[in-house]
């Protein structure tokens, strides 16, 4: 088993490995002092892993329960929150219990805010069993829900009490599940780690590299886990550093909102990384490396089963994009690479947002932003 320290003002850490579903009643018992456990989890994981993960809790002592909703990000709304509030009620949990969020971002993003909510805040737990949790939402404490004007406009910031990260589930991901995944772990390459950007490019993760190399595939979920780490404990609520995450994002959930979530998240920051390089390299003074880098990214986006083309015109793009959480006012802080390793956090109006939009999803020049 791995493990990587998250020294936020309330500590945690994140284990990865095999057979840990097994481990989570003991690795949570030393965490928690209550005796209940709600597990929140969805119509897909569920049936999997719920009872696994039931059973472990229960020997070390956990009375449980659990929540099952209907998978997708579709969801993702007010009304599921409010029924794993409603249960968590129902099954009379107090501030010494715990909330288990078993599955991928979408359930660790309500469970943890409901957790976060739920007589004012009570203890959670991140079991990701999606390559795209167990690299991102699972870390970093964020968590929200959507609402019909946008993707995540209503949560927190609640960190878990300890991430429990088991590798062998994603060997129950679909192709195009553990693809979608892979599009965090490009973009963690492309703003952190040159040496693993090339790695990805050697050893794409794919369905027979889990086959073949399991514990190569926990090394760089544990790299990704490092890299989110680093950047947010020099920024926990994401007022600054923090915004490097989003590298390709802005762009992405426009995509992902246009598609109407039938686009993944993790294929969907895919297209929004090479868009945004792709603008960045048009704009005067732009490094003469990045037209290359677009090109890179989205050939090692490729070798991991991702489309980095973005199938919608600008324009429908921006009708999305200007409901952006990370707007402020008539400007929105973007996320321009400058390199491999590299990148700069620029404030500019909605109006070179949209430029830029324009210029990634067309062969036309751009000369400022």
């Known amino acids: 088993m791995l493990t990587v320290d998250v020294p936020v003002e309330n500590p945690y850490r994140v284990h990865i490995g095999t057979r840990l579903l097994e481990r989570t009643g003991a690795l949570v018992r030393p965490l928690v002092g209550g005796g209940r456990a709600a597990i929140v989890t969805d ?42 509030l ?49 690299v991102d939402s699972s870390v970093g404490g964020k968590c929200a829900v959507d609402l ?24 129950t991901l679909s192709p195009e599940q553990l693809s979608d ?15 693993l950007l090339a790695a990805l490019e050697e050893h794409p993760i794919t369905v027979d590299a889990l086959a073949r190399d399991l514990p190569l595939v926990a090394a760089i979920v544990a790299r990704n886990v490092e890299i989110k780490r680093d950047v947010v404990i020099q920024d926990e609520r994401e007022a600054g550093v923090r915004k490097l995450l989003n590298f390709g994002h802005s ?51 490729a070798a991991h089963g991702l489309e980095s083309a973005c199938p919608f015109a600008a324009e429908e793009l921006i009708e999305a994009a200007r409901h952006d959480k990370k707007r402020h006012g008539d400007a929105i802080d973007l996320v321009l690479p400058l390199g491999v390793a590299s990148c700069t956090i620029q404030t500019v109006t909605l109006d070179q947002f949209f430029d830029l939009i324009r210029a990634g999803l067309s062969d036309k020049e751009l000369t400022q932003a």
Not at 149 to 159: H, P, S, V, Y
Not at 270 to 299: H, Q, S, Y
């Open 181 to 195: 995944g892979c599009g965090e772990v490009i973009k963690h390459a492309v703003i952190a780690d040159a040496a």
């Open 86 to 134: 409603r249960h968590l009620a129902d099954h009379q949990l107090d501030r010494g219990d715990v909330v288990v969020a078993l599955g991928g971002g979408v359930t660790g993003d309500m469970a943890g805010f409901a957790a976060a909510t739920y007589l004012r805040g009570i203890a959670y737990i991140q079991v990701p069993t999606s390559l795209l949790a167990m």
């Open 148 to 171: 019909p004007q946008g993707k995540n406009l209503a949560g927190a910031f609640w960190q878990p009490r300890a991430v429990i990260a088991d590798v062998g589930c994603l060997g």
């Open 251 to 301: 762009i992405g959930h426009a995509i992902e909102a246009r598609s109407r979530f039938a686009l993944g998240h993790g294929t969907s920051v895919a297209m929004g990384m090479v868009a945004i390089t792709r603008a960045t390299a048009k704009v005067a003074d732009a490094p003469a490396n990045l037209r290359g880098l677009a090109e890179r990214i989205a050939t090692v986006c």
């Open 43 to 84: 119509s897909h994981v569920g049936p999997l892993y719920a009872q696994i993960v039931e059973q472990s809790l229960a020997d070390a002592g956990f009375a449980t329960s659990t929540f099952t909703f209907e998978a997708g990000e579709e969801r993702k709304t007010l009304d599921t929150y409010g029924a794993i």
